[in-house]
Antibody, heavy 122, light 106 residues
Framework: QVHLVESGGGVVQPGGSLRLSCTAS????????LHWVRQAPGRGLEWVAI????????SYADSVRGRFTISRDDSKNTLYLQMNSLRVEETAVYYC???????????????WGQGTLVTVSA | DIQMTQSPSSLSASVGDRVTITCRAS??????LNWYQQKPGEVPKLLIF???SLQSGVPSRFSGSGSGTDFTLTISSLQPTDFATYYC?????????FGGGTKVEI
């Protein structure tokens, strides 16, 4: 059974940093791309970043590029999101999600963690 | 970036109703379109991938159709457990983008 567990959320001041972790189990970690998706309180879903199955490719939403870094440690089955220069409007629940490819090569997010809350406030 | 526009943003329906939600992409995304359901306080759940493929374990009353720029999620007979917010999401090009959501209410 696929299991994703996020941790590392909390309260941080504007301009501060935080590192989120997502520990995976129940599937071959190195076979899958992984994503971060966030959801501000009462708002919709916003995609944040992706890292390829082997860590060789990373992409970011324009809103976080240059401030956030996605990485993975395959020896620990763990995904990370280093967040720097945080802004008040980035207060949100941050989810990690597994990417899977259909036979048509369409990628979809088939498993999600429970999320970790990041609050950016003075 | 590819913009995803869902309509309506909310709707009221009754148990047993047929419900249709539409999603429009700002450019051709072929069939790179997925649908998710999110209930209050819960994690998003994949319903449909690649525009029309039903995720394992999802009831057959859910179906998806479309290609190119126009897509539809249909619930053939609304059940009490279906009251939730539904999101479309394109995976044709990074950055992945979600629609704004459609809240289905009683």
């Amino acid at each position: 059974q696929v299991h994703l567990v996020e941790s590392g959320g909390g309260v941080v001041q504007p301009g501060g940093s935080l590192r989120l972790s997502c520990t995976a189990s129940g599937f071959p970690f190195t076979n899958y791309p992984l994503h971060w998706v966030r959801q501000a309180p009462g708002r919709g879903l916003e995609w944040v970043a992706i890292i390829s199955y082997d860590g060789s490719k990373r992409s970011y939403a324009d809103s976080v590029r240059g401030r956030f870094t996605i990485s993975r440690d395959d020896s620990k089955n763990t995904l990370y999101l280093q967040m720097n220069s945080l802004r008040v409007e980035e207060t949100a629940v941050y989810y990690c999600a597994r990417g899977t490819y259909a036979s048509s090569s369409v990628e979809y997010l088939d498993s999600w963690g429970q999320g970790t809350l990041v609050t950016v406030s003075a | 970036d590819i913009q995803m526009t869902q309509s309506p943003s909310s709707l009221s329906a009754s148990v047993g109703d047929r419900v249709t939600i539409t999603c429009r992409a700002s450019q051709n995304i072929r069939t790179s379109l997925n649908w998710y359901q999110q209930k209050p306080g819960e994690v998003p759940k994949l319903l449909i991938f690649a525009a029309s493929s039903l995720q394992s374990g999802v009831p057959s009353r859910f179906s998806g159709s479309g290609s190119g720029t126009d897509f539809t999620l249909t619930i053939s007979s609304l059940q009490p457990t279906d009251f939730a917010t539904y999101y479309c999401q394109q995976s044709y090009k990074v950055p992945l983008t979600f629609g704004g959501g459609t809240k289905v209410e009683i």
